[in-house]
Every structure is written in C-alpha cells, then in structure tokens.
C-alpha cells in the first residue's frame, strides 16, 4: 500500500498595501474584541501584545480590496491572535485613529485611519499562527482588559460588546451611549458609507 504523506498547512501573514482599501485619505482598517463565555458564566476577551510595549491590543489591520469587512476582521484575528470565531455583524464602532505622525493636524486625513471593530465569539484556537513571533496572546476579565488596553477606543469598544452580553456579563463598568450600528454591506470592490465616527474618538490615537 503506497503510504500517506502527512499535509501541513502553513498559514502567512499578508503583508504590503498594495490591495489597501482607502476613503478618500483614509486607510481603512477592521478588527475585533475576540471574546469567550468561561466556566462560571463569565466573558473573558482575548488581547494581543506588541513588540517593545507592555500594554495590549485588540486585533486589528489593513481591509484589502479582495474582501469584505468581515473577511478582513476574521483575517486579522487569525494572524495576530490565531483565533477563528463567529463575527456579531454589527459593528461595536467606528473609530478614526491618527498615527503620531499626523496628530498635529487633526483636520487632515491624511496619515489617519477608519476602523469598524466588531466583536467575535472565538470558536477555536490554534496552537500555531502567522504572528506569534510578535503578537503573544492573552485572555482576560473584562477589568483587567480596561486596565491593560492601550487605548481609549478600546475600552468603548469593550463596553460597547459588555452592554450586548447583559445576561452573562455582571462585570462593574461604565458603558458609553452610543446608536446602534448598522450591518455593512457584504459587497467585495465596494467601499462602503461611513458612520459618523463617536464624538469621543479624537483622543483615540493608534498606530495604524
């Protein structure tokens, strides 16, 4: 009998902006708060570290223009955090984030980003993937990720997923009001209508 050679998939990460999905200046980007219910009742989200910083982040990156949004959040999630998952599809918010490069002048897009974030149900975990060299990967209480996020858009994104998970979450925080966003168009090569971004996103600063 001939014999079966084993098949390893290696997965990579993209790299380059040559596919990057721009509106007008602006890059657009697309993430998620990757979370999961534990044993007693209770969410936990996964952050993601970064080289040279102590601080965590939420998985987020570049939306090309060979996928849809959702595509490229889901992408994101598995290159730096090696997750797989159910996306909620609507989105927890758009923010506008601003390179340190480009934060003297806050009325230009040039520099900056739009990001839809979303919350995702982590269905698997993979012991392998693309980024592990430079994104370790860590679960954690709700309050502890508001202790430890880097930036203010986070921790309204975190509270915006915890007022979607009433009946599990009992977790103290202040969660911000914000109108529901609406589900995104699934076409791919369209770029698609912006929401207002939340009066609060100017001190969202990021690294895009």
């Known amino acids: ?11 990579v990460a993209r790299k380059g902006r040559l596919r990057q999905r721009y ?7 697309a993430g998620v708060v990757p979370y999961r219910v534990a044993a007693d009742g209770q969410p936990e989200v996964l952050i993601v570290s970064t080289p040279n910083r102590d601080d ?5 990156g570049g939306w090309e223009d060979d996928e849809d949004v959702y595509e490229a959040a889901s992408r994101e999630a598995l290159e730096e955090a090696g997750v797989k998952g159910n996306i909620d599809r609507t989105a927890l918010g758009l923010w506008v984030f601003r ?16 990001g839809y974030i979303f919350a995702m149900e982590v269905a698997e975990e993979l012991d392998q993937w ?16 508001y202790r430890l996020c880097r930036y203010e858009w986070m921790r309204e994104a975190l509270s915006a997923l915890l007022d979607r998970l009433p009946a599990i979450c009992h977790c103290q925080h ?8 609406p589900e995104l168009n699934e076409r791919p090569g369209v770029v698609y209508m912006m929401m207002k971004a939340a009066a609060t996103a100017e001190p969202a600063l990021a690294l895009c």
């Open 1 to 11: 009998m001939a014999s079966q050679e084993n098949t390893v998939t290696v997965l």
């Open 23 to 29: 509106d007008n200046e602006y890059r657009l980007v």
């Open 56 to 60: 965590l982040v939420f998985p987020k």
């Open 99 to 114: 390179s340190k490069s480009s934060q003297a002048d806050n009325d230009s897009p040039r520099g900056a980003c739009k």
């Open 130 to 145: 693309p980024e592990q060299d430079t994104h370790g990967r860590q679960w954690v209480s709700p309050a502890d990720a």
């Open 174 to 181: 202040q969660a911000a009001t914000k109108p529901a966003a």
